[in-house]
């Protein structure tokens, strides 16, 4: 089992930054790839960027390519999602996701996920 825990949300103007964290947990947790996702009002919940437990690999999906950038602390079990250049189209609740090693990083197919931070951004 995996637990994961966000916080960092908020509500903040547009061209902001914020800084997701999420803090994972569980015995077998550096046997999972991270991610994250996010759901807006209304829309289905889409992958935003995962990385591997090593931080060696990383993928985005193209509205965060060049905007957010995802890391990792895997001595903390920190995971990270830096936005930058915030639109009002990235409000939203943003999920921390895990998948175990074993899958391929994408598409990430999720099996522990968090109870997610809503970001609300302002024109």
């Known amino acids: 089992q995996v637990q994961l825990v966000e916080s960092g949300g908020g509500l903040v103007q547009a061209g902001d930054s914020l800084r997701l964290s999420c803090a994972a947990s569980?015995?077998?947790?550096?046997?999972?790839?991270m991610a994250w996702f996010r759901q807006a009002p209304g829309n289905e919940r889409a992958f935003v960027a995962a990385i591997t437990w090593g931080g060696n690999i990383e993928h985005y999906s193209d509205s965060a390519k060049g905007r957010f950038h995802v890391s990792i602390d895997n001595v903390k079990y920190m995971v990270y999602l830096q936005m930058n250049n915030l639109k009002p189209e990235d409000t939203a609740d943003y999920y921390c996701?895990?998948?175990?090693?074993?899958?391929?990083?994408?598409?990430?197919?999720?099996?522990?996920w968090g109870q997610g931070t809503q970001v609300t951004v302002s024109p």
């Open positions: 569980g015995r077998t947790v550096s046997f999972y790839h």
């Open positions: 996701a895990a998948s175990h090693d074993s899958r391929p990083l994408f598409p990430f197919k999720a099996e522990f």
